[in-house]
């Protein structure tokens, strides 16, 4: 039976478009890349590199910052990967404070260096803490010796609000009595939160951890649980001090963008290193 010409002529046409998307599809998909690579992965081709801006922009990192990896280090260009696959080149130029955190313990809080703590205020001049921080010789010049409490949201601890704006707010009363307990401060803090000890001064002892503060006063230093701290010797850095394998923090510049045509532009980039700083070969 033969088929009507205008039939005959629908099926070849059918037959003709299915013929052309097939082919074109044979052609094109080869050529394309690894669709999770390219989601998150910017430098990817010989057309572009680390160090250069590529043909695709510069993904932004969070506002908050992000954790990556090092993959490439030289003495003015450092590129870091988020385990997302994105790539962030950063030039020395473009980083307004360049910090490493090294391997450190008990041996490195020695005589005339500056140790940092800040944790929960347990009364009687004691702060818990996980962690403390060490700085030794002209990088002292990052920290101030002194003393504070302050409360959730970083708000001073006073007895009363010196102002009295929210103490004699009457929707606000319950949320007074929680952070000033009527009259006198207490350290429950917001949403029962406790309230926090800043403390920075010279080791003067080591079991238990003691700071010696401004005013001849001493802070101790308690880890939540016996033998549970870290710490870390920080000192100022630059590209130099990278390695591919470190681990860095990138804070972004706040209040304007921070992707230009090459390189993020940083407010702080932090290293942490693997080593003690004395381990350290450039």
């Given amino acids: 039976m033969r088929l009507p010409v205008r039939g005959r002529i629908r099926?070849?046409?059918?037959?003709?478009?299915?013929?052309?998307?097939a082919s074109v599809v044979a052609v094109t998909v080869p050529w394309l890349p690894d669709a999770k690579q390219a989601r998150a992965q910017n430098y990817t081709d010989p057309f572009n590199n680390l160090t250069a801006g590529g043909i695709l922009p510069l993904?932004?990192?969070?506002?908050?910052?992000?954790?990556?990896?090092v993959i490439f280090a030289n003495s003015k260009w450092v590129v870091v990967q988020n385990e997302a696959g994105q790539q962030f080149p950063v030039s020395s130029d473009s980083i307004a404070q360049f910090l490493v955190r090294w391997k450190a313990d008990l041996s490195d809080l020695v005589t005339g260096s500056l140790?940092?703590?800040?944790?929960?205020?347990?009364?009687?001049?004691?702060?818990?803490?996980?962690?403390?921080d060490v700085f030794v010789g002209?990088?002292?010049?990052?920290?101030?010796?002194?003393?504070?409490?302050?409360?959730?949201?970083?708000?001073?601890?006073t007895a009363i609000?010196?102002?009295?704006?929210?103490?004699?707010?009457?929707?606000?009363i319950a949320e007074q009595n929680t952070l000033y307990s009527w009259v006198y401060p207490t350290f429950v803090g917001d949403n029962g939160i406790p309230g926090k000890l800043h403390a920075v001064g010279n080791p003067v002892g080591l079991n238990p951890i003691r700071l010696g503060v401004p005013g001849n006063n001493v802070v101790f230093v308690y880890p939540p649980n016996p033998g549970v701290m870290t710490i870390t010797q920080v000192t100022q850095g630059s590209?130099?001090?990278a390695k591919k394998g470190d681990t860095a923090f990138l804070t972004p510049v706040q209040g304007r963008p921070s992707v230009?045509?090459?390189?993020?532009?940083?407010s702080q980039l932090v290293l942490y290193k693997?080593?003690?700083r004395g381990q350290f070969v450039p």
């Fill in 239 to 241: 590209p130099s001090f």
């Fill in 115 to 132: 140790v940092e703590g800040i944790g929960i205020d347990v009364g009687g001049m004691a702060i818990q803490t996980d962690h403390i």
């Fill in 138 to 157: 002209s990088d002292q010049g990052l920290v101030q010796p002194g003393y504070a409490s302050v409360l959730p949201i970083n708000r001073p601890v």
């Fill in 260 to 266: 230009g045509p090459k390189s993020l532009a940083l």
């Fill in 59 to 69: 993904p932004p990192p969070p506002p908050q910052g992000a954790f990556g990896d």
């Fill in 274 to 276: 693997k080593i003690k």
């Fill in 11 to 21: 099926i070849r046409s059918t037959f003709a478009v299915a013929w052309l998307v």
């Fill in 161 to 172: 609000d010196p102002t009295y704006q929210r103490y004699m707010n009457a929707f606000d």
